[in-house]
């Protein structure tokens, strides 16, 4: 099949011609990589389970006539991490972005094995600081590109039974939010993207009712169009209005509310983002 590489918008030309997408096999993260292949952008896809990633590889072939590569790889892994460095060695990566998400993770923080935690802090801190570093280096070098580390509500305050989870992502949102300022001066635009209950295959999987918790939920496309369309309006962006109203509650000084609020929510609802 003869691929169509031309660039064919801004967007493309902000940042092409590649795309790692971490996290990137279904839900959210394939939801980018089918938006942003729309753009003619060579999507490079990271995730552990081979099978979603070959068919949604062929898929976004099929529909947007771009190469894409895949590979699958645990993110907890610090030799896996690197090796994301090895395979995308050579290749103009013009956006990044770190999607990646650990099922469970949830229960009481002392009851829980230690490595549990261990776990979600090299996936979610550990993780994304290295590929941030080594990309938006690139990044900034060449005077363009982005990053979006795709963060959760449950990063505003602590949570219980989600202890390790709550901090994780609290340190990938301010991470975002430090690079945001680093790097504009350079052309790079970074976004530190707060989503909150979407419904991903993964919360179908682990029979979490969504509908029956009486929050607010999104798709995934929404979720993935919305932090497309403003990745540029960083440091930080949360999906969908609903959410925007209930971060204002967790963002205040008072962090006994905002936490006392938060562990009702995280006591019915596993996380899985």
């Given at each position: 099949?003869?691929?169509?590489?031309?660039?064919?918008?801004?967007?493309?030309?902000?940042?092409?011609?590649?795309?790692?997408?971490?996290?990137?096999?279904?839900?959210?993260?394939?939801?980018?990589?089918?938006?942003?292949?729309?753009?003619?952008?060579?999507?490079?896809?990271?995730?552990?389970?081979?099978?979603?990633?070959?068919?949604?590889?062929?898929?976004?072939?099929?529909?947007?006539?771009?190469?894409?590569?895949?590979?699958?790889?645990?993110?907890?892994?610090?030799?896996?991490?690197?090796?994301?460095?090895?395979?995308?060695?050579?290749?103009?990566?013009?956006?990044?972005?770190?999607?990646?998400?650990?099922?469970?993770?949830?229960?009481?923080?002392?009851?829980?094995?230690?490595?549990?935690?261990?776990?979600?802090?090299?996936?979610?801190?550990?993780?994304?600081?290295?590929?941030?570093?080594?990309?938006?280096?690139?990044?900034?070098?060449?005077?363009?590109?982005?990053?979006?580390?795709?963060?959760?509500?449950?990063?505003?305050?602590?949570?219980?039974?989600?202890?390790a989870y709550s901090a994780s992502k609290a340190f990938e949102q301010m991470l975002g939010e430090g690079l945001w300022y680093e790097l504009?001066?350079?052309?790079?635009?970074?976004?530190?993207?707060?989503?909150?209950?979407?419904?991903?295959?993964?919360?179908?999987?682990?029979?979490?009712?969504?509908?029956?918790?009486?929050?607010?939920?999104?798709?995934?496309?929404?979720?993935?169009?919305?932090?497309?369309?403003?990745?540029?309006?960083?440091?930080?962006?949360?999906?969908?209005?609903?959410?925007?109203?209930?971060?204002?509650?967790?963002?205040?000084?008072?962090?006994?509310?905002?936490?006392?609020?938060?562990?009702?929510?995280?006591?019915?609802?596993?996380?899985?983002?």
């Open positions: 099949m003869e691929l169509d590489l031309t660039p064919r918008d801004d967007f493309y030309k902000q940042y092409g011609p590649w795309a790692v997408i971490a996290g990137g096999s279904e839900g959210v993260g394939a939801a980018f990589a089918r938006k942003i292949a729309a753009h003619g952008i060579k999507p490079f896809l990271i995730a552990r389970k081979p099978e979603p990633l070959v068919a949604l590889s062929k898929s976004i072939t099929a529909e947007s006539q771009v190469e894409v590569r895949a590979a699958p790889l645990d993110l907890t892994v610090a030799a896996e991490v690197e090796e994301v460095k090895a395979l995308t060695a050579g290749l103009e990566v013009g956006l990044f972005i770190y999607n990646a998400g650990l099922e469970g993770g949830h229960g009481l923080f002392v009851d829980r094995p230690l490595e549990a935690a261990l776990q979600i802090i090299r996936l979610n801190v550990l993780g994304p600081t290295i590929l941030a570093h080594h990309f938006g280096a690139a990044m900034r070098q060449r005077g363009r590109g982005g990053i979006i580390l795709v963060g959760s509500l449950g990063g505003c305050a602590g949570g219980a039974n989600v202890a504009r001066p350079f052309g790079v635009d970074v976004l530190s993207y707060v989503i909150g209950n979407t419904r991903t295959p993964a919360i179908v999987r682990h029979g979490t009712r969504l509908e029956e918790s009486g929050y607010f939920v999104m798709e995934p496309e929404d979720v993935a169009q919305e932090g497309l369309d403003h990745i540029k309006d960083g440091p930080t962006w949360f999906a969908g209005e609903t959410n925007r109203d209930f971060a204002k509650a967790l963002c205040t000084a008072d962090r006994r509310a905002a936490t006392e609020l938060m562990s009702m929510a995280t006591s019915s609802v596993k996380p899985i983002h």
